[in-house]
């Protein structure tokens, strides 16, 4: 009764959370078998946790990060980087979103504000509409997938997974992914005959890269001082920041500041200085102070909006968890989850073949539920079966997040292909014609992923 119930409500247009919830109150108040309180009692001690504590500051640090003035600089960053590739724009694209997906933490500030940038220059610059959009909607599916990220928190504290892995799971598919795009834009460039969209210049090009090998190598010096000179953390750790700071108004680096964003949250956290909570705050702190201080782009006023901004989207993130709270635990107590996965397992016992299937689910649930959502629901029902196949569930929770991801770009309830169609004034169907020929980059990574998961675990067992 409890799933015809949800599945009544959805059909009636209710947002899912409020389904959710209230399919769980209805069946309270007709089988009677616990009080009504429950609901609320569960939904309460549902976001009573602490690893949630990280979801309002990844989106405060994330909204800062799009409000500062730090997407100019990344664009032009990854610019002067392949700009002068053939089909250049394209690549700026995808490389811009590479290093973006380090802060923001999700596909729809990525697509909302380096995007806006990235499609208005591409159209400048004689690409169609449809190209533009279809590369900007791709290339934002990397937000969740690049550390940090939002899914992989919520997904974490669901599952009982470290957030910490699941973030360094992230790096290398994330670079497949990005390798992958920019293998499309080049056959588009090709089948095209695109040139360049800036002229090759050894100067710019040298600049990039001096930057990128900084951003590199910073981490590793710190590393060999402490481990291997035997210099005390914290202090080497500040020094090492306070040059560089230096070297960035020495040289007047571009991007060197906001891209070293994930790496201090990455070494935080393998490093035990700081757990993902207290790495969320930090990277709030350097936002504000890369923000108000150092670039001298971020206002009071603005800072006001961008918390009232974070404020209503953790409120609804935080709604969805809590009702899924008590959802999950209704399917459990009613036996539902046990049912689905007795007959999942009647069905196969081959991993690989459950994988396959879970995909194919994953891709039609994300087509009707936003991300936190769609989590939310499918961890209590499709994690138990993972641990009794021996699947690892940080390499599942991968899968299922570029899962959803994917989702987000199809109707109906795709909201990047809500937000692009918005951004570059072109319909809905168009924008949907103009995304389909990015699946095959993103379907052809996630067969990879899904069945290599070596590509996912190398990193997280180095250090988890």
Same mark, same amino acid.
């Given at each position: ?26 069946? &309270? ?12 009692? /569960? ?5 009573? %946790?602490?690893?949630? &504590? ?46 973006? $997906? ?8 990525? $697509? ?5 940038? #990235? ?42 997974? %470290? ?40 100067? /710019? ?27 005390? $953390? ?47 705050? $930090? ?24 918390? &009232?901004?974070?404020? #209503? ?35 196969? /016992? ?19 539920? #936003? ?64 995304? &389909? ?23 997280? /067992?180095?250090?988890?």
């Amino acid at each position: 009764m409890l799933k015809i119930v949800f599945l009544g409500l959805m059909a009636l247009g209710l947002p899912v959370a409020i389904a959710m919830a209230g399919a769980s109150l209805i069946y &309270l108040f007709w089988t009677q078998s616990s009080p009504p309180f429950v609901v609320i009692h /569960r939904m309460v001690s549902g976001i009573d %946790s602490f690893p949630l &504590l990280a979801v309002p500051f990844f989106i405060l640090a994330g909204n800062l990060m799009n409000n500062a003035g730090i997407t100019n600089r990344i664009y032009n960053y990854a610019l002067a980087l392949v700009g002068w590739l053939k089909g250049g724009l394209g690549h700026v694209n995808v490389v811009g979103s590479v290093v973006f $997906a380090g802060m923001s933490g999700t596909a729809i500030a990525d $697509a909302a504000g380096l995007g806006t940038i #990235e499609i208005k220059a591409m159209k400048d610059h004689g690409y169609s509409s449809e190209f533009a959009v279809g590369v900007t909607a791709a290339s934002a599916t990397l937000g969740p997938i690049i550390p940090p990220s939002l899914p992989f928190v919520i997904y974490g504290m669901m599952a009982n997974v %470290s957030v910490g892995a699941l973030f360094l799971a992230g790096i290398l598919p994330g670079i497949l992914l990005g390798a992958m795009m920019m293998i499309t834009v080049a056959w588009f460039a090709h089948k095209n005959g695109w040139g360049s969209d800036i002229r090759f210049e050894w100067p /710019r090009v040298i600049k990039a890269l001096a930057e990128t090998a900084v951003v590199a190598g910073w981490p590793v010096a710190l590393w060999l001082l402490i481990v291997k000179a035997g210099l005390p $953390a914290q202090p080497t750790v500040f020094a090492g920041i306070v040059v560089l700071f230096a070297a960035d108004k020495l040289f007047k680096f571009q991007a060197v500041l906001p891209i070293m964003t994930p790496v201090l949250l990455i070494g935080g956290m393998t490093t035990g200085i700081f757990t993902p909570t207290e790495g969320a705050i $930090a990277a709030c702190l350097w936002a504000m102070v890369l923000g108000f201080a150092w670039y001298g782009t971020l206002t009071w006023k603005m800072f006001v909006k961008v918390c &009232l901004d974070t404020v #209503e989207t953790t409120a609804t993130v935080l709604f969805i968890v809590a009702a899924a709270s008590i959802f999950g635990w209704m399917l459990t107590a009613t036996g539902v989850t046990a049912a689905i996965a007795e007959w999942v397992l009647a069905f196969t /016992r081959e991993p690989w073949m459950f994988l396959l299937l879970a995909n194919v689910l994953m891709l039609f649930v994300g087509c009707f539920l #936003e991300p936190t959502a769609a989590i939310t629901i499918l961890v209590p029902i499709l994690v138990p079966i993972c641990q009794k196949l021996g699947i690892d569930l940080v390499h599942f929770g991968l899968v299922m997040v570029l899962n959803l991801m994917i989702g987000l770009l199809h109707p109906p309830m795709g909201m990047v292909l809500f937000v692009l169609a918005r951004v570059a004034k072109l319909s809905v169907e168009r924008t949907t014609m103009a995304i &389909l020929p990015w699946l095959i980059p993103l379907l052809g990574a996630l067969a990879v992923i899904t069945y290599f998961p070596a590509l996912v675990l190398w990193l997280p /067992r180095m250090f988890f």
